[in-house]
């Protein structure tokens, strides 16, 4: 049975992840736009500096502060013209801060597969924001090994 687009790309989004620097979590972004992809992230170290995965985490609290997320990794590829109502598709809930910035750059809707526990939901703020859980299924699971 042929994929839906909301899978195909929710799918990118996992295999983008597999280039996670940093161990704590995988997290991979995709930003389509007419169903063509605009840009893709993970979370990994600023470009020239040292990756968790060679120096270990740089932990402030219980985050790493040493990785960039996914979503801001992918919203940074992409033009003004091409985030402005486009979707963005992340292995995670977006975080508080990835939150504000899919606000702030005209992204309208997000679909993520696995939930993250944030303090406040920043996307429920934005009503003009379409949040889509897309949980992964145990097929889906299974083709990726």
Known sequence: MRKDWDTYFIDIAFEVADRSTCPRRSVGAVVVKDRRIKGTGYNGSAAGLPH????????????CIRTIHAEV????????EERRGATIYVTDRPCAECAKL????????????????????????????????????????????
Do not use: K
């Open 52 to 63: 968790c995965i060679d120096e270990g985490c740089l932990m402030a609290g219980n985050h």
């Open 73 to 80: 990794n992918a919203l940074l590829e992409c033009t003004p």
């Open 102 to 145: 899919i606000i702030s750059t005209g992204i309208s809707r997000v679909v993520y597969a696995r939930d993250y526990r944030t303090d406040f939901d920043w996307l429920a703020m934005a009503p003009w924001v379409e949040v889509v859980h897309l949980p992964r299924t145990a097929e889906a699971l299974a083709a990726q090994v």
